[in-house]
């Protein structure tokens, strides 16, 4: 079975590692990013220069690395994709961990609006604190 267009569409986006070009094409200008409570950096970001900046900015210089690995896509419905996967986090002091993840992604015209995220926030933050 062939996978639907939004979910290639999401795919995209991780196995490019979210290299810019590719958030480009595939974020749309009125982006809702939601953290979940509890993860570093948490909150509700609107836009992709403030996930950038605010988000982004804050989160990766605090980690020695930090990634997010997409493992299970599935589209729910015709405005929906969930995607299942894991963080791997390296702290500054060496500690690394891995935690698993839920985005819950929203489609509109071909391009991802809303990004639900739900998180282990407490192995992030015991790698972030050491």
């Not at 996967?85 to 993840?101: C, P, T, W």
């Amino acid at each position: 079975m062939s996978e639907s267009p939004n979910t290639v569409l999401v795919r995209r986006l991780y196995d490019s590692g979210m290299a810019p070009e590719v958030t480009a094409e595939v974020i749309a200008p009125d982006l809702v990013w939601d953290i979940t409570p509890g993860f570093p950096y948490s909150g509700i970001y609107h836009g992709w220069e403030s996930v950038s900046r605010d988000f982004f900015g804050n989160l990766i210089p605090a980690f020695a690395s930090f990634a997010g690995h997409g493992e299970r896509f599935f589209a729910t419905d015709d405005d929906h994709v969930v995607v299942l996967g894991h963080y791997h986090a390296v702290g500054k002091n060496g500690a690394e961990a891995d935690a698993r993840f839920i985005h819950l992604w929203t489609i509109r015209d071909g391009k991802l609006t809303h990004l639900r995220q739900a998180a282990d926030s407490h192995v992030v933050r015991e790698v972030l604190n050491g």
